[in-house]
Every structure is written in structure tokens, then in C-alpha cells.
């Protein structure tokens, strides 16, 4: 396969959640390619943040993507409020549903782009029967909850097993990596074999504007694409 140029997908994480509109515009001004609403229930991960009606409402700020990353258990019910806040992307953890396999067929007929999120512990293997509905496969590279957190590279192995997997079948899947995604660890991530690069933290903290850190966290990770 091809190498592609990376995806540089913005975390809203930490955010000033009392300026969202103000935040996605910057982030976007920035040069993003993308944001990730981190949307956690408090169940499936220790945290609670927003839902698709503050979604909805950064929406007409911005003309870039939202992607919905789920961190709740059990998502079908809400599926459609998401498509409807206006994300393209909605992402949802292996382990979070009974039946990935109708869930992401939902998504589906939705009219968005299914994607599959593996926890740090959930093997590759939880997604290999259903690749075929998958249009992008996160690997997590911390426990899901919170921003802020050190980069697990133990990680690189099963991305660069779903590298390996993605190209032997022929398949376009946009591999992603979030969690700890910043100057020091994106170039290892992409050389392992990731494409689309969520970052949070180190777009929103770090020296220079944040123009200055996504050319400099874009240029890593081509780097990385670069040098498989
Ligand atoms: C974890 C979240 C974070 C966030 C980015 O549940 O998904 O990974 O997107 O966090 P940092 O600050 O590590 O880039």
C-alpha cells in the first residue's frame, strides 16, 4: 500500500469548555483536519463530558469533520443523535456493544463512516471479523477517561499488526492512535503504521501558537509515514 499523509485529528478534551465555539474555530484556523468530540457516560469510562446537542451546537462554526469517539456502554440507542449533530465519523469501542457487527452495519445506514475503538488490553482480534464494515479502527494508546496521559508504546505492536492486516486485505481503513499523541511519540506511532493522529493535549499546551505545534506534530508524523 501506499503511504498516505497523515490525519491530524484534534482532541476537544482540553478544551476551554465554556468557549467551545471559540476553541473549534482556532483549532480549525490551526490547520486541524479534523475534531474528536470525546463523548464519555461515566460508565464505560470514569468521566462524563458532552452529548450530541453540544455537538450540534459547534457544529456551524466550523466546516472540518467531527468524529464521535463513544465512550459509553451501549451505543446503539443514541447512534442516529450523533449522525444528526452533524459527525461523519462515529467511533465506538469493541467493547462497549454486544453485537459490533449490527452496530457498525447501523452506522452504516446511518450515512456515516463506522469506526471500532480497541481499548489497551482488547486484542486486535476483537475487530478482524468485521473489518469489512470498518472505515477507521483507534487504537488506544492510553485507558480511555482522560487527556493528559503518557503514551503507552507497548501499543506499537498492534498497530503495526493492523497495518499489516489493513494492507494484506486491501482495505481503505484510516488507522488512528489517541492517547499521548505528541512531538515525542507521534513519529513512532506513524512509523508503527498509523495514518491519523488524535491529539489533545499537546495541540492545546506546548511552545509557539497552535499553528506552530500542528505543522510541527504534522511534519513528525510524515516523517514517520516516511520512513516505514
Ligand atoms: C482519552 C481521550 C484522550 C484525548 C487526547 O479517553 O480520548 O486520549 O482524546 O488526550 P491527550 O491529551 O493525551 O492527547
Given amino acids: 500500500m501506499e503511504s498516505r499523509a497523515p490525519t491530524l485529528v484534534a482532541s476537544?478534551?482540553?478544551a476551554d469548555f465554556s468557549e467551545?465555539?471559540?476553541e473549534v474555530r482556532q483549532l480549525e484556523k490551526a490547520g486541524v483536519d479534523r475534531i474528536q468530540w470525546d463523548v464519555m457516560d461515566g460508565r464505560f469510562v470514569p468521566n462524563l463530558t458532552f452529548g450530541p446537542d453540544v455537538i450540534g451546537a459547534n457544529r456551524g462554526h466550523v466546516s472540518m469533520g467531527f468524529e464521535a469517539h463513544l465512550m459509553v456502554d451501549d451505543p446503539?440507542?443514541?447512534?442516529?443523535r450523533w449522525v444528526e449533530a452533524g459527525c461523519e465519523i462515529i467511533i465506538v469501542h469493541a467493547e462497549a456493544t454486544r453485537h459490533l457487527h449490527r452496530t457498525l452495519s447501523v452506522i452504516a445506514d446511518l450515512g456515516a463512516r463506522a469506526g471500532v475503538a480497541l481499548n489497551p488490553s482488547t486484542p486486535l482480534e476483537?475487530?478482524?471479523?468485521?473489518?469489512?464494515?470498518?472505515?477507521l479502527l483507534l487504537v488506544m494508546t492510553v485507558n480511555p477517561g482522560f487527556g493528559g496521559q503518557q503514551y503507552l508504546g507497548a501499543m506499537e505492536d498492534k498497530i503495526a499488526a493492523?497495518?499489516?492486516?489493513?494492507?494484506?486485505?486491501?482495505?481503505e481503513i484510516e488507522l488512528e492512535v489517541?492517547?499521548?499523541?505528541?512531538?515525542?511519540?507521534?513519529?513512532s506511532a506513524a512509523r508503527a503504521g498509523a495514518d491519523v493522529f488524535c491529539a489533545g493535549s499537546a495541540l492545546f499546551n506546548g511552545p509557539g501558537?497552535?499553528?506552530?505545534?500542528?505543522?510541527a506534530l504534522?511534519?513528525?508524523?510524515?516523517?514517520?509515514i516516511e520512513s516505514r
Fill in 12 to 14: 476537544v478534551l482540553p
Fill in 20 to 22: 467551545l465555539g471559540q
Fill in 76 to 80: 446503539d440507542p443514541m447512534l442516529p
Fill in 126 to 135: 476483537a475487530v478482524t471479523n468485521v473489518l469489512d464494515l470498518v472505515d
Fill in 162 to 171: 493492523a497495518r499489516a492486516e489493513i494492507d494484506r486485505l486491501g482495505l
Fill in 178 to 187: 489517541d492517547g499521548g499523541i505528541a512531538g515525542a511519540t507521534i513519529g
Fill in 209 to 215: 501558537t497552535m499553528a506552530d505545534r500542528v505543522a
Fill in 218 to 224: 504534522r511534519a513528525a508524523a510524515t516523517a514517520g
